[in-house]
């Protein structure tokens, strides 16, 4: 089946630093959807690309959908303390025809030094 | 406009047991997923239900089964629970899922002692 190499698995960095993670996959997708989950919560969708080569923004967080379809990356700048927690990256394989299911990355747990 | 809502929030369970799961999507929402998320596996997909069909679904053992009501609201069942099938259950809606976002549930944590 398709899987997602989600990279990487934690990140420890200070409070103002930038961050950068990625997701590859075997396959290609339709759509790429990166989400936050705090403990306890279900995933909240931060960024949904829909277009190979797209670059979207949401405050200080940006995403891409690339170009072979089959990665995307998630930035965030100048980070703070309510950014921890656990990122998903997520792809959709299909765009029509029912809601194939998401197939998710491992996540990547990101830890603010104070 | 209320987001997804799941009941109950947390369930203990004996194995051997079942357990009914309620998901209730966005308003308008008619398309409602099942997750299964657990530290060893991640997130995986269950099965999807749309106009109270099951529209697809995912590698997981005829014990998990689930129904859709007319009003879109949906409930997940796993029968003989194992062990193994402690995890939080997400649920997410999205209009139509035909490649649309889906909006994620808080979720139900499951213990199967």
């Known amino acids: 089946g398709q899987q997602l190499n989600q990279s990487p698995q934690s990140m420890f960095i200070q409070e103002g630093e930038d961050v950068s993670m990625n997701c590859t996959s075997s396959?290609?997708?339709?759509?790429w959807l990166w989400y936050k989950q705090d403990p306890g919560e279900g995933p909240v969708l931060l960024i949904a690309?829909?277009?190979?080569?797209e670059l979207t923004s949401n405050g200080r967080l940006t995403a891409q959908f690339g170009i072979t379809r089959k990665d995307s990356f998630l930035n965030i700048s100048a980070s703070i303390p309510s950014d921890v927690g656990i990122y998903f990256c997520?792809?959709?394989?299909?765009?029509?025809?029912?809601?194939?299911?998401?197939?998710f990355g491992k996540g990547t747990h990101l830890i603010i030094q104070p | 406009k209320a987001g997804v809502t799941q009941t109950p929030r947390y369930l203990i369970k004996t194995r051997g047991q079942q357990v009914t799961l309620s998901c209730s999507p966005i308003?308008?929402?008619?398309?409602v997923s099942w997750y299964q998320q657990t530290p060893g596996q991640g997130l995986q997909f269950l099965f999807e239900?749309?106009?109270?069909?099951?529209?697809n679904k995912g590698n997981f053992p005829g014990r998990f089964s689930g129904r859709q009501f007319s009003n879109s609201r949906s409930e997940m069942n796993v029968s003989t629970l194992e062990l193994g099938d402690s995890a939080l259950y997400l649920c997410?809606?999205?209009?139509?899922?035909?490649?649309?976002?889906?909006?994620f549930g808080p979720g139900t944590r499951l213990l199967v002692l």
């Open positions: 997520a792809g959709q394989p299909t765009s029509g025809g029912g809601a194939d299911g998401l197939t």
């Open positions: 690309l829909y277009k190979a080569g």
């Open positions: 396959s290609i997708f339709n759509t």
């Open positions: 308003s308008g929402h008619r398309s």
């Open positions: 239900y749309f106009s109270e069909t099951q529209r």
């Open positions: 997410a809606s999205s209009l139509s899922g035909r490649g649309e976002t889906q909006y």
